[in-house]
């Protein structure tokens, strides 16, 4: 009997595990790809919101920086903290 409770007790542990990876796991790394998607495409002329709520044009690219013009200011910041890019939200990042 102790052999069929561990076998029951193991199987409920894999049922967990595949829950888990399925519901949190897969969702959160398919959103990281999506933002990822989203930032590679960003070019020069796009209006953005970062993450601290700046709306601006994206003027110039840097590699991971960007150079954004918003209002009569041109600033600049990290492409990661870039969270809106049109009306596309990168997922995951935007609170």
């Known amino acids: ?17 595949l ?13 990281r790809k999506r933002a990822a998607e989203i930032l590679a495409a960003l070019k020069k002329g796009d209006e953005v919101t970062t993450a601290g709520g700046i709306v601006g044009k994206v003027k110039e690219i840097k590699d991971q920086l960007v150079v954004l013009e918003s209002g009569t200011s041109q600033i600049v910041v990290e492409r990661s903290r870039i969270v809106r890019v049109g009306d596309q ?6 609170h």
């Not at 009997?1 to 595990?17: C, D, E, H, P, T």
């Not at 829950?19 to 959103?31: D, E, H, M, S, T």
């Not at 939200?89 to 935007?94: K, Q, W």
């Open 89 to 94: 939200t990168t997922p995951g990042l935007a």
């Open 19 to 31: 829950v888990f990876y399925f519901l949190i796991i897969r969702p959160q790394g398919k959103a």
């Open 1 to 17: 009997m102790g052999n069929r409770g561990l076998s029951i007790l193991l199987l409920q542990f894999v049922a967990i595990g």
